[in-house]
């Protein structure tokens, strides 16, 4: 249902929704094969730190925790209900998580408005208002967050810590991208898959990710936007950079996201592509332009400027990455014009036959030696904005020895407060390095493409954090 | 240098360099610094199948190899002379191998045309010419086949047998894909490394792997086409789908490319458009779906129509497909209009709140008897050209289950010629079953957008070979 603004008590209860100490799961069962059953044994298997409450009319302990027969019955006020009963049965517990005084309440339940039953979720979510109860959901898939070991829905995977606050208007994305968080050391402050959005809305994440002290970049999965004003009013103030993908694009997609989470789409897509850009919110096309960028600008300081100097063993990725560069509006500037002195400089870590053009090719013979110097006098001089390393494995390359190269050289530059990005293109030992590098907090990529598309967020970000001063 | 079309002794000669019965290594040592001891070594240790001559004036024997001083000492012809000796010598070694009788020629040594030498380099390409005797490369990083153990040159994985010809004019790129190959289970038929192309060029490559058996697709990445018009002519006479990534684009990869591979890229790049277009050759834009639609290409046959169903447990991943279908110019039809029998029985395959438009979202709680049901019917459809099927796993999804019924389902329908392509969005659980399907000859990735480069590419070579009959 649509806000005009985030609402300060909404942002500040989801405080407490994503850092809760006390939780109630209403519809907890005995009954292994019961939703509710498996909320409370997920929380419990990922060792949740908090208080977890069952909340059962018919029993007095689930799995081995003493259980309340409705939400007036727990001793305290909790900071999070989480619902998973049938949809008839919603409002009255939110009734109850009124009166037992609950900060947030979050609905699991689905055949709400993207069944038809839009009557009965307006209802609800006007009683929440009412009562400033904020509801996130219904039709939802879970929240949580991996620095309180907080796993709370159907999800089978806890993110690993990290600096990507991921909002989510649909539970399947939101999987994947926790699946992609273990596999790919993708790293999350929290996660919150939106369902049908009745009450809580982006803008109001929005802010709490603002306030929230491990996200250090907002992600958005958005398949439709009932309150723009809020969305981009809310963007406008923050002071984390945004990264957006709105699906729904296409006419058949239209149809699609109604059946899916009851969005309504009316408007043509230019309408998002102009919201994004006022809001300063980079929008992604691709699920994997989403990871990466919103991985990068993480981990790393914005661009300042359009000096970026490229540095590679291998021309092939040079060329790959020097297109691309060109081809999304951001093409590389020539060494000579960037800094004839690094030019100079750099030749130092290059054999004869090297490449001093930018991409700098320092050959398929580097060793970790010419790599380090490489990289430090590229981060070093004061006409860079930002370095793209990149690793091609040659018969020679010490791939690992590189990577450690280039976490020593962007703690020594962490001053300079200029991004380093890397490509390492190859086989297990450059995901190994991939994943190295990432849980330095240095993003890096398999290919070249995913690589530039990170830096040119960071750059991208650069321009909108400058027009926000 | 120029060819006005593919020679015929030279794609002849190209079956003996891929799959060579014997390899001198001229310039073999035995010092273990030394490349040429290297390139003997990784013969051996990847368990080369052939035989292996060393040649070097001062040794009688190398790695327990007997060594013969020259190659005109060798008392029978070989297959395939590799040439790992300084610039200024290879000349010579040219002369004794055309003596010998070699039947192809491989130069990995550096220092020619993009060094400045191209006459040297001109030079020596004009005397293999004269005499018959085909070169590859120089400045090349090497060649082989995973159906021989056959790994020449200086590259540090043995691809995975599969159905790709890769045809690589940088090294870089070749390991990046020789990498990916274990990592990723990206199977190849052969692997070589162009370097310079002084000689032999794209088009003999093209039209040998037209003729190798264990190629279903070709795979191409270029710097520079020195002879387009041979390059269309045997382009257009091949009956194999061909996909290339043309890098070079931009203004500043032209000068880099030119330092990379000696490749003069006069002609701007709609040049390369148009010359594709004309020749049935697939351009990929990026790295990623270079290997992505080669991937797909060599494993699947093309889609006959554009009739192509989705089948998928989530919807977001839906979503990102279809708005990806319409991005890139193949919207996706509803069910409706491509089958409303097909519309009905699906049906049966979900629960009440699943949608039967297309994508059809069989829902977060499909099992694997639903996703076998909907695929086979899907596949069997008369009205369908293609299925791809989709799995985001929910804490209920039997991701492997799913997989293996994939496997089932394509096995069953082998004779109706129509591809399937799989999306598995997730963890190390979706991870596992791309390999697990990519074992099995079924093209499948982790996002939705991959997968559908895939689809659209096998849609584009069912056009292409349609307008080639």
Redesign the interface.
Known sequence: MRIERARPYVVKALHAALNPRSIAVVGASRNPNKVGY?VCKELMDWHFKGEIIPVNPRATEILGLKAYPTLRDIPHPVDLVFVAVPAHLVKSIIEDAVAAKATCAVVAT??FK??GRADLQDEITSYCREHKLPLIGPNL?GLGSPYDSFNCG????LPIPGHVGMI?Q???????A??????DHYGMSFFVGLGNKADVDFAEFIEYADEDPHTGCIGI?A?GIDSPEAFEASAKKVHKPIVAIK???????V???F???ASENADPDKFFDDLFARAGVIRA????EFLDMTLALGMMPPAKGENIVMI?????????A??????IGY????LKDISPELREKIRAYMPS?G?P???V?IS?TADVVSYEGAFMQAMTDSHTDGVLGAI????VTDVPGVAQAAVRVVEATKGLNKPFVMIC???????DAIMYLRDHDIPAY?????AVNAMVALRRYGEIAKSKK
């Open positions: 498996q689905s055949n993207e069944t898939v159907f999800i089978p995977y989510s649909s539970g399947a994305n939101l999987l994947a926790l699946g992609t968080s273990q596999k999965y398949e699906v729904g694009r296409s006419k058949i997609g149809k699609a996201a059946a899916h989470t096309t691709t699920w994997q590679t063993n291998g021309g092939g990725a040079g060329l790959l020097c297109d691309h560069f060109e081809r093409p590389l500037k020539e036959f490449s053009l930018n991409p090719d398929g091609c494995p040659t018969a293109q190859g086989g297990q030992e450059c995901q398999p290919t070249a493409e995913q």
